[in-house]
């Protein structure tokens, strides 16, 4: 489902960003592979109606990857058995790479870097449980150091089909320079795919393949205000101003259909980034953020896109 070969395109979870709506319009436009946005296991064993919502997908999305946080082997149960129960979930990935403060204050995300034996029962968990197809782990470089080649191994060790690999450490943010070449260490020390994470778009995408040697491509933020950026990677070619409008149109139908009139005001966000560098975007952000009724919403963005 997953071929290697053809140097596939992620689209990253991003919270708050790669809901359905947004996965749906990625899949249109190029990307081989969607990941839901990152689920507490321990949520997931109570099965409630918000976190389970999250685990709903289109058809386009196939396959589709439900990436869970955890950080102890109890809660991976719980939640493994939970998603065994969907058939039309493709994967699990275990995060072991989010730096923000809650969630490395439980000792889940990247805090899992710093006890690679813990990281590596969470692993052997899953693939002892699931029923999926695929069981991948997306990882930093480290938490305060750079140690790839160790992380990578570990994964492979435990079990996992492939690897997502952010190049920067815990302390890195997402604002220190990333480092490619970590990346390419930790591809040349195992055998299971590595997917390169951390800093990609339209004008970096083939020279980060070349330098790191991987074997695909995981998009994060370069996708938010701009989803048709996995074609302009796969073709070399920009997409017109014309398609631009649809594809923003769609979208917007796309988050009315799935969270109803709450949709306005989620998709703000989204016209902030698609507007970026237009224009008179400051008025029309500025029109966008007092605006509450969809058929207002459209009229806005009809006129100003």
């Known amino acids: 489902m997953i071929d290697f070969n053809k140097l596939p395109l992620f689209l990253a979870p991003l919270a708050g960003y790669s809901d359905p709506p947004l996965r749906n319009v990625v899949k249109r436009f190029g990307c081989d592979v969607t990941v839901s946005e990152m689920i507490s296991a321990n949520a997931l064993a109570y099965e409630n109606e918000k976190t389970l919502k999250m685990l709903t997908h289109s058809h386009l999305e196939k396959p589709f990857i439900v990436q869970i946080e955890a950080s102890n082997v109890d809660s991976v149960k719980n939640a493994v058995c939970v998603l065994n129960k969907f058939d039309d979930i493709d994967g699990i990935d275990l995060n072991c790479g989010c730096p923000a403060p809650k969630v490395v204050k439980q000792n889940a995300g990247s805090a899992l870097l710093k006890d690679i034996s813990l990281m590596q029962s969470l692993i052997q968990t899953i693939k002892k449980l699931s029923n999926k197809t695929y069981l991948s782990v997306k990882v930093r470089i480290g ?17 996992a089909d492939f690897i997502t690999m952010h190049g920067r450490t815990k302390t890195g943010g997402f604002s220190s320079r990333v480092d490619y070449e970590a990346i390419k260490e930790a591809k040349n020390s195992i055998k299971i795919p590595l997917v390169a994470n951390g800093n990609i778009d339209e004008n970096n995408a ?84 007092f605006t509450n009724n969809s058929k207002d919403m459209q009229k806005l963005i009809m006129e100003f896109f």
Not at 221 to 238: L, M, Y
Not at 258 to 270: A, I, M, N, P, T
């Open 143 to 159: 938490f305060d150091e750079k140690i790839p080649v160790i992380i990578a191994k570990a994964c492979e060790e435990a079990g």
């Open 206 to 289: 083939n020279e980060i393949l070349k330098t790191t040697q991987c074997d695909a491509l995981m998009i994060g933020r370069a996708s938010i205000g701009k989803p048709w950026i996995f074609h302009e990677i796969k073709t070399g070619k920009n997409i017109d101003n014309k398609l631009k409008k649809e594809i923003i149109l769609y979208h917007f139908e796309q988050m009315l259909e799935h969270f109803s009139e709450r949709g306005v005001g989620l998709f703000r966000k989204h016209l902030h980034e698609y507007s970026k560098g237009l224009d008179g975007a400051s008025n029309f952000r500025n029109d966008v953020n």
